[in-house]
């Protein structure tokens, strides 16, 4: 059964089409890559999964048979259902821990918060950080907070929007890394991305979106051999 | 404002009217024995009464040279002025004077044995109404013509419709010209001759006014209106002609007056929708800025008058620039001098603005005064034009409208087809990126705040002619003005028209029915309401987050 | 309340439970200050004009407070607090009318002015003094509650619900200067001679109010600060920097703001309720846009976000304003628009910035939310 699953999603702006009919499956335990050129909806496939976007029509379903279409924000992510913002989007006021501890979110139970805190600060290693306000962490130490925020929820499925967007070879490596180590059988794991070298080190499988729709779905070799693809990302 | 029955409605009196009372005899001139004339009023009271009559029932025929001739010697009479020796009368050009001149001939001759006619209480009021018809048809200036007709008008029964009609021909005065019309009509209404009542009762209710209403249900006290059902029938059908007419009229006004509201609401609004479009800020001090357009016009006025003085009229064309420069000109130095600081903090501008709207409020107050300012109107903004029923097109409302409409249209002009448009609308949609393509985007912000700020000046010039001008002026159109952008949406020039009539329009259409704070409460749920379905506007541009 | 948030356990246990101003010294400070002046009233009673001036000074402070709640902790700034002041006021001005009614037969002005036998249905019971307690802050809560559901529910915020807000207070304006409105209209309502049976103005009345205003603004202090330092104030402080980010963690952030409103108005609705005793009148003025837009200003001079803040930004700024529009009520909106100029451009966390002298990072100097 899949952990999460997306069906014949329309989301439109105005008179512009984002999402145009898009269905997708992801299963439990998979690391699903969502690519394809600028205003592919990509973004908004996100948006729409944690209800920043209201869908027109289509359906967005948990593996339990949960209908989040029409959830808050709020009770999607109580639902298990987590993203990591592109731009590193940490408290600033308030301390590494307690940033952590909003992570956990509203339904964590009370015995099991300082576990999660512990295991978070040290996969982060912000342990030497904790009292220390967001707002002076250095730019990396932030994306390592909002990661550990994530983490810190435990989630069913992780959304991650470009996460080595900006960064170095090296980071791109480490990143690709800690994704490595997110994956549990439990957790359904989507990346939207422009690199392809992270996709292919990364994702089981890859989704191609264009202009709203789904273009291609399947391992990465498969999308580099797809005319339609090329096609698309060579801009003929 | 012109007050009183229609143009259109006096003409049609004026058609009906002579086709009624001008039998073929007398519509040839009828000239005035001059000589029997003054022996008659030198005669006994019968001889008198029975000369003046003539004079009157014979006025609209009359020439005008005897016309005026009649009327001096009755005014001399009415003076004790007037000296009789033997048949001929002598006028004189003072109560007592020894010499005269014959009324008759014009020749001078001493008064020496003359002797002065009584004039009886009923001869009196004869020769009163009589002379004033003379000088209502005669006089050489407006004033002479208006105390003629109010000698006419005490004794409105005796005077014929033809006399009304010709000197209502004759009139160049408007003013007088509805005034001759409003007294033909009731002298009609009031005939005996019920054949001429019920038309004169058609000829109203097909020019109607909330004056004619009232002239017509005056009409159901009348005897007739119980005994006589075709009467009776006629004044119902006409007051009720009249009652919808009047309602229609009385509608156009409101929604006009509306539309001139909107209108400086839209001019207020529109400079404070682009500047929030663009840098997120609310300029609380947008009212002082159109109390700032108002006051330059009233430097212009002031120095035109003390310049070229021939030219005060077009005072208020050439404050146009002059406003739209001078509000621009102060906000861009604010947006200089304190905006450009507070682009990320938001809030902290609110209050900024207000900082400056308190300054420049008791700035002016401190220099100028906190009476209100006085303007000359210009022809082009006094007066109106009546229209329908009561509903009269107000130069200065129709000013302001055009005015409106003129900045509209620039407004869009340049944002859609100049260079600085383009920017404005390329920051707004998001700024990070235009900065990356090369707009300056704080020349952009500076430049859209100053053309923002015009706007608003110009909203100063459009309100001169309607509502007063104070230091705190500002206030009773801020909020409001806040309220369209909340209503039309960020950055929309559309919405804000849009927004701009509705609450305009919403508030005159209810202040009649429930008063004016029903009107701003209805007004401010109606638009919290609105939000809970469009919480950014009718028009919001679509920005990425 | 379930899933509380794990306080700093670096901080010291004692300091974290004990003491809930411990974290604050400036706060704990200025209500040590609030005490003693209570205590110095009792005890060195001075002229009663400076007793009542206090008084006053406290019932701004407290009307401060509920603004900085909500604006330096939550990000909404209200420009329409001067409603809830408002309706705290005039309940209190209905329940001194009415108690003096009864107990001196004495009819209200406004009966007279309006010609009325007896008052409108709705000032049935206000002779109680809980009831019109209970009334004014549930009341001021009711409003809060209405028009923050209308606009949080839509997420109406930022500059906008600043200037909805404000309009709100407009419309409140222009509806009390109506005469049918049975308190008071233009002339609102005043000639109070009675407090729980006690002649107005008299010294002991008037120290007991200032003091029972002064131990109200350390109970409101106390208060707030245990909400700030609280789980609660870290979401409060997280919704006010990024609520979008606090929803997608899980957190509904409507029922947040409203809680946080609505006792913020309630606040507001005591400060009126005991200011207008003090100066013996309440009309429509006091809910013209610039009265609460003044409210902000002393805040923000104060120190936004700093609960002490709010109070000595109450103070300066009433304290000033009583001398100079004395002294000088020309200069005084010239002072006034220079101070809010040079505290917004220069200080953006008010009067504190000199206290401290220390340049505060960028971060805690994020008003609010960015629309």
Redesign the interface.
């Known amino acids: 059964m899949s952990a999460l699953v997306i069906d014949s999603l329309e989301v439109v702006f105005g008179a512009f089409r984002a999402l145009d009919g898009l269905s997708l499956a992801v299963d439990p335990g998979e690391v699903r890559a969502v690519i394809g050129p600028n205003g592919a909806g990509k973004t908004t496939l996100l948006d729409a999964i944690t209800g920043i976007a209201r869908p027109r029509s289509g359906r967005i379903l948990l593996g339990d048979g949960r209908d989040l279409t029409q959830a808050s924000e709020a009770e999607i992510a109580r639902a298990g259902v987590r993203r990591k913002f592109q731009k590193p989007s940490v408290f600033p006021a308030l301390t590494v821990r307690e940033n952590l501890g909003l992570g956990c979110g509203p339904d964590c139970p009370a015995r099991e918060r300082p576990v999660r805190l512990a295991r978070a600060l040290a996969e982060t290693g912000l342990e030497a950080r904790a009292s220390v306000p967001a707002g002076a962490l250095a730019h990396g130490e932030k994306q390592w907070l909002e990661i550990g925020m994530v983490l810190a929820s435990e989630p069913r499925v992780l959304l991650l929007d470009e996460p080595v967007a900006g960064l170095s070879d090296d980071e791109t490596a480490r990143t690709a890394e800690l994704i490595g180590a997110l994956r549990r059988p439990d957790r359904a794991i989507l990346v939207i991305e422009h690199d392809m070298a992270f996709v292919e080190a990364v994702a089981d499988r890859v989704t191609v979106l264009h202009e709203g729709r789904t273009l291609f779905e399947g391992a990465m070799a498969g999308a580099r051999a797809d005319a339609r693809v090329i096609d698309v990302f060579l801009g003929r | 404002m012109v007050k009183g029955p229609g143009r259109f409605g006096f003409v049609a009196l004026l058609l009906w009217a002579s086709s009624l009372v001008m039998p073929p005899a007398l519509a040839a001139e009828a000239t005035l024995d001059r000589g029997a004339l003054a022996t008659a009023l030198c005669g006994d009271g019968a001889a008198q009464a029975k000369a003046v009559e003539g004079v009157l029932r014979n006025s609209a025929e009359a020439t005008s040279g005897d016309l005026a001739w009649a009327g001096t010697i009755l005014r001399a009479l009415l003076d004790r002025r007037l000296a009789c020796l033997g048949e001929s009368a002598l006028v004189l050009d003072r109560a007592g004077a020894t010499d005269g001149r014959d009324a008759a001939t014009g020749t001078a001759r001493p008064v020496t044995g003359g002797r002065s006619p009584v004039l009886g209480l009923r001869q009196r009021a004869l020769i009163e109404t009589a002379s004033g018809a003379a000088s209502l048809l005669t006089g050489a200036d407006v004033e002479l013509r208006r105390a003629g007709l109010a000698a006419l008008e005490r004794r409105i029964a005796t005077v014929p419709e033809a006399l009304l009609l010709r000197a209502a021909s004759a009139e160049s005065d408007p003013g007088l010209r509805a005034g001759l019309a409003a007294i033909a009509q009731s002298a009609a209404l009031s005939s005996v001759d019920p054949a001429r009542r019920l038309a004169a009762i058609r000829a109203v209710s097909e020019a109607p006014s909330g004056a004619a209403f009232s002239r017509l249900s005056a009409l159901k006290a009348d005897a007739a209106y119980g005994s006589d059902p075709a009467f009776r029938s006629a004044l119902d059908a006409a007051l009720a002609r009249v009652e919808r007419a009047v309602s229609i009229g009385n509608g156009l006004a409101v929604l006009y007056n509306g539309l001139s509201f909107a209108s400086i609401l839209f001019m207020a609004a529109a400079g404070l929708a682009i500047i ?1 479009g663009l840098m ?3 300029n ?1 001090a947008q009212g002082e800025f159109i109390m700032i357009g108002a006051y330059a016009t009233y430097g212009v006025q002031e120095a035109v008058r003390r310049i070229a003085p021939g030219w005060l009229d077009a005072y208020l064309l050439a404050a146009i620039p002059v406003a739209f420069l001078t509000s621009a000109l102060v906000g861009i130095a604010i947006e200089a001098l ?1 905006l450009r ?2 682009y ?5 501008s ?3 603005t ?3 709207s ?2 420049l ?3 002016v107050r ?1 220099a100028v005064g906190s009476q209100n300012l006085q303007f000359a109107m210009p022809p082009y903004v006094s007066g109106g034009v009546p229209l329908y029923a009561d509903f009269v097109v107000t130069w200065n409302r129709l000013f302001a409208i055009a005015f409106a409409a003129v900045t509209l249209v620039l407004t869009l002009v340049i944002l859609k087809r100049t260079p600085l448009g383009l920017d404005i609308r390329a920051v707004t949609q998001n700024r990070d990126m235009a900065a990356c393509l090369g707009i300056r985007t704080r020349r952009v912000d500076r430049l859209a705040f100053g053309f923002g700020s015009g706007l608003a000046g110009l909203a100063g010039v459009a309100l001169c002619p309607i509502y007063s001008v104070n230091p705190g002026m500002g ?1 009773n159109f801020v ?1 409001d003005s ?2 369209v ?2 209503l039309g949406g960020v950055g929309t020039v559309v919405g804000t028209l849009v927004a701009a009539l509705g609450i305009g329009g919403a508030n005159v259409l209810i202040e009649p029915l429930y008063g ?2 029903a009107a ?2 209805i007004v ?1 749920a109606g ?3 609105f ?3 469009r ?1 950014e506007g009718l028009f919001a541009v ?1 920005r990425r ?1 | 309340m379930s899933g509380a948030l794990d306080l700093s356990p670096g901080i010291p246990a004692a300091r974290r439970r004990g003491l809930i101003l411990g974290g604050d010294p400036l706060l704990a400070g200025l209500v040590g200050l609030v005490l003693a002046a209570a205590l110095g009233l009792v005890l060195l009673p001075p002229a009663p004009y400076l007793v009542n001036m206090i008084g006053q000074l406290a019932a701004f402070a407290i009307l401060a407070v509920s603004l900085d709640l909500v604006w330096g902790y939550l990000g909404i700034l209200s420009l329409g607090h001067g409603l809830f002041f408002a309706i705290g006021g005039y309940v209190c001005a209905m329940h001194l009318l009415a108690h003096a009614y009864v107990v001196t037969g004495t009819a209200p002005d406004l009966m007279q002015f309006m010609g009325w036998k007896s008052l409108p249905v709705y000032w049935t019971g206000l002779t109680s003094a809980p009831y019109a307690l209970a009334l004014a802050l549930g009341l001021a809560a009711a409003v809060a509650f209405v028009f923050g559901l209308a606009s949080f529910r839509s997420r109406v915020n930022g500059v906008y619900f600043s200037i909805i807000s404000q309009a709100l207070v407009y419309v409140a304006m222009l509806l009390m200067f109506r005469n049918d409105t049975g308190l008071g209209g233009n002339n609102g309502m005043t000639g109070f001679s009675l407090l729980f049976g006690w002649p107005m103005g008299s010294p002991g009345v008037v120290t007991g109010l200032a003091v029972a205003t002064l131990l109200s603004l350390a109970a409101v202090l106390v208060g707030a600060r245990a909400l700030v330092a609280s789980p609660l104030g870290r979401r409060m402080l997280a919704c006010r920097d990024d609520e979008a980010r606090l929803r997608t963690l899980g957190y509904g952030t409507t029922r947040l703001k409203l809680g946080i409103w609505c006792l913020s108005a309630a606040i507001a609705a005591l400060a009126g309720l005991l200011y207008v005793p003090q100066v013996g009148i309440i009309n429509p003025r006091v809910l013209s846009p610039d009265l609460s837009i003044e409210i902000a200003v002393w805040v923000a001079i104060g120190g936004m976000g700093r609960l002490g803040g709010a109070v000595i930004g109450a103070i300066a700024v009433n304290a000033l304003k009583f001398w100079l529009s004395a002294a000088m009520p020309e200069a005084w909106p010239f002072i006034l628009s220079g101070l809010v100029l040079v505290v917004v451009l220069g200080l953006p966390n008010g009067l504190l910035d000199l206290a401290t002298l220390r340049l505060k990072p960028n971060w805690l100097q994020r008003a609010g939310p960015q629309p």
């Open positions: 929030f997120g800020v609310i609380l304190i600081h507070l990320r903090r938001p809030l902290m609110l209050l900024a207000w900082a400056v308190l300054f409020i008791n700035g401190v206030a909020i806040f309220m952008v909340v004016a704070v701003k409460v401010l638009i919290i309401l939000l809970q379905r919480p679509r987050r």
